[in-house]
């Protein structure tokens, strides 16, 4: 395998471990090769996404950010997966679009951003048609997205967290705020406006989720607010309301409960009074039947139609 000096002292995300990653594990606690959990057809994404054939999303494992909520737990901080070489991904990748994928779905990537670019253009030689779907936390350095100009086709970030202090406590990034607005900013300029087919699945653009935390911690009219004013009011907003209360987070009292229906109806409100062009809206629902089943080995895609067990997603204009 010939090593990439990148990843010989890895600076490729905001948490600037340094580390060789070839030899020793960083903050995100990934090496040098792309480990995936789950591959599969996704029919709870939102209806752009999901569409009637699903969108083909590849759970990656690891992340860059430590954040007490996720929902992914068991693959994001504990690692459970499986690894991939360069030429399995692409074969992976290619069976999801066989098996009627509207687009493929990158989960938790930024870690892999240098190999997955590489995947990506591999892909698209050997017939890879359907868009790509960036589905990162949005923590990310512009210098690394500008990497992935031209290959990626739809950004689908989080954004968090308004608040620095919240950032640090639950998912130790203290710049937060900052570093995801500016990375938000990037790929709206390399993709531009959520745009749809004729029978409106999404082709390309911009579609950022935020999640409404209990107690005011995501700081949801502020983030909205925020942006609102760095990106216009045509952007489009994917407000979600699927937070539960995971183990971890339950040891924190302000985030041992679902949120309240005030809570939801609030976050709305607020995206209405800013007069943003699309609002995603979701059914309250605290519950882990928003989560896929994970498993410590990780799962492999072998043509099945797998559907994931929640409620439909809504849009509001």
Not at 34 to 60: C, D, R, W, Y
Not at 241 to 251: D, K, L
């Amino acid at each position: 395998m010939m090593m990439n000096p990148e990843l010989a002292s890895c600076t490729i995300c905001p948490q600037n471990c340094g580390v060789n990653r070839y030899e020793k594990l960083g903050f995100c606690r990934a090496g040098s090769e792309i480990k995936i959990n789950l591959a599969q057809l996704h029919h709870g994404e939102e209806p752009v996404l999901s569409g009637t054939g699903g969108s083909g999303t590849v759970f990656l494992s690891h992340c860059n950010l430590r954040c007490r909520f996720c929902q992914n737990h068991e693959i994001s901080h504990l690692g459970w997966g499986r690894y991939y070489t360069r030429e399995e991904c692409v074969k992976l990748i290619l069976e999801l679009q066989k098996a009627g994928a509207h687009n493929i779905n990158f989960v938790s990537p930024t870690h892999f951003s240098l190999q997955l670019a590489e995947v990506i253009k591999d892909a698209k030689a050997a017939g890879l048609t359907i868009p790509v779907v960036w589905n990162s936390n949005a923590y990310e350095k512009v210098e690394t997205l500008g990497r992935l100009e031209g290959l990626v086709d739809i950004y689908l970030p989080d954004y968090k967290y308004a608040h620095n202090a919240y950032s640090q406590k639950y998912s130790q990034a203290k710049d937060y705020p900052r570093v995801a607005l500016e990375a938000i900013q990037e790929m709206q300029r390399q993709v531009g406006e959520l745009r749809l087919d004729s029978q409106g699945i999404a082709q390309r653009g911009l579609l950022i989720r935020h999640l409404v935390l209990p107690n005011g911690i995501s700081g949801t009219r502020k983030a909205l607010y925020e942006l609102r004013e760095k990106l216009g009011a045509k952007i489009a907003v994917s407000l979600m309301s699927q937070y539960y209360p995971t183990p971890q987070a339950a040891e924190h009292k302000e985030l041992s409960r679902g949120i309240s229906l005030e809570e939801y109806q609030d976050a709305l409100e607020a995206a209405r009074e800013l007069e943003i062009d699309l609002i995603f809206t979701q059914e309250l629902s605290p519950s882990s039947d928003w989560t896929p089943q994970f498993t410590e080995r990780g799962s492999k895609l072998e043509g099945k139609n797998l559907h994931f067990r929640g409620k439909h997603i809504h849009a509001k204009v």
